[in-house]
């Protein structure tokens, strides 16, 4: 399911499979109108990741002191803590946008896409990542 979701969302963007074991493509945004900062306080700090693995994919989502973490390998699974009970409500990867929107419009709060933080090693892949993400 995780292999399956990652390989197939390279593949979507026009990225080709990178010939590294383990590539990764991580997403930061944030609700700030500057590009979403590497270090933040979940605390405090209104967050939403992407993390797409060449194991598993995952999402974390982060406001007002609560957070939830979910990763999927073969399964959907709580990393830590789901405050906000997102385990059920997880979506197929490329249906992650559905997620998004629906928690801005339940948490009234915008994520300032084409300020993502995005981190990657795979090369040239990043403006590919950037327009997936500012489409979500």
Known sequence: MGIRAAAGWLADRGIQS?????????ISLAT????????YDDRVD???????YS????????????????RITDIPFVHGRDD???LAQTPAL???GALLRTLETTHQLQ??????????????AESAVRRWVESL
């Open 18 to 26: 990178p010939t590294l074991k383990r590539w990764h493509v991580e």
């Open 32 to 39: 700030v109108d500057v590009p979403a900062p590497v270090n």
């Open 46 to 52: 209104t967050r939403f990741h992407i993390d797409i």
């Open 55 to 70: 194991e598993e994919w995952g999402f974390f989502f982060a406001h007002r002191g609560k957070a939830s973490w979910i």
């Open 84 to 86: 906000f009970r997102l």
């Open 94 to 96: 490329p249906d992650i």
């Open 111 to 124: 994520f300032h896409r084409k300020f993502a933080l995005v981190r990657t090693n795979v090369a040239g």
